[in-house]
């Protein structure tokens, strides 16, 4: 027999992660075992589940249904790093310095020195909804950033990471901040001038990796399965060296830490 049960359970689950992650992940588990103990009493009446019109034995209904927990367990684990991020976030929502390096690429991504998509979403935003949006996504990965190396005049933020599960990154068009699993926040990132890149690479395979050479020789490579990809990083690299007063004297080091080489 085929019952709606599976799918009814999947779109409530889905509503309520609506209202909250950790809530929904919860519910993940709840209706799991639900539809565990359905589908036993199911084949103990001696009838059969069916997915897709394809009969499944019991011991695959099982198997299923435990594949099903680890992946109500990843939720789950994902939820929980969103909800810390997401109260650190509203930690440093009224963090000053953080709000004016965002203030100040509203004002520059508007006059248009990012991207027309970037120009656009600034210019349908009022000045605090754009702040208040993005340090309710990573602000206090800005406040963090900043704090090692503030903004100069007319830079402004590329990219950021946003998501719980990866590794954080902010990029600015003279600067990358990385912060890897090997320092992690509230350690001191990782600050790259841009305009001291001399090769950079990002590999996504794997556990990921990102493998930067310096202009004095120096190599920073870390595991890493979020940062820039490489053609935006190198257009404003160049445009970086042409335009950049901040960066280090020749030959000096970045303090990267032991996975230096």
């Known amino acids: 027999m085929f019952n709606p049960v599976i799918i009814v359970a999947i779109i409530l689950q889905s509503f309520i992660s609506r209202a909250s992650k950790v809530a929904g992940a919860i519910a993940g ?13 199911v084949y103990s009446d001696g009838n059969q589940i069916a997915f897709f019109g394809a009969p499944l034995p019991e011991e695959i209904f099982v198997i299923l249904c435990l594949v099903w927990y680890g992946f109500d367990t990843k939720e789950f684990l994902n939820a929980k790093k969103a909800e810390a991020k997401e109260s650190e976030n509203k930690e440093a929502l009224l963090d000053p310095a953080a709000r004016e390096a965002w203030a100040a690429t509203w004002k520059l991504w508007k006059e248009g020195q990012y991207s027309p998509t970037a120009q656009t979403e600034a210019s349908k935003l009022t000045l605090d909804a754009f702040v208040n949006g993005y340090m309710m996504k990573c602000g206090r990965l800005m406040a963090q950033a900043i704090r090692q190396r503030p903004l100069e005049a007319g830079e402004f933020v590329v990219g950021v990471t946003t998501k719980a599960n990866l590794d954080d990154f902010l990029l600015t068009n003279r600067t990358l901040y990385l912060f890897t699993k090997d320092n992690p926040i509230p350690n001191p990132a990782i600050v790259i001038p841009l305009r001291e890149i001399d090769d950079y690479r990002f590999n996504t395979q794997g556990t990921g990796r990102v493998i930067i050479k310096l202009r004095s020789g120096q190599i920073i490579d870390h595991k890493m399965n979020s940062a820039p990809k490489q053609d935006i990083l190198n257009k404003f690299r160049d445009a970086a060296r042409a335009t950049s007063t901040w960066g280090m004297a020749s030959g000096s080091q970045i303090d990267i830490g032991a996975t230096a080489r």
């Open 29 to 41: 588990y709840v209706l799991t075992t639900g539809i565990m103990i359905w589908g036993i009493s």
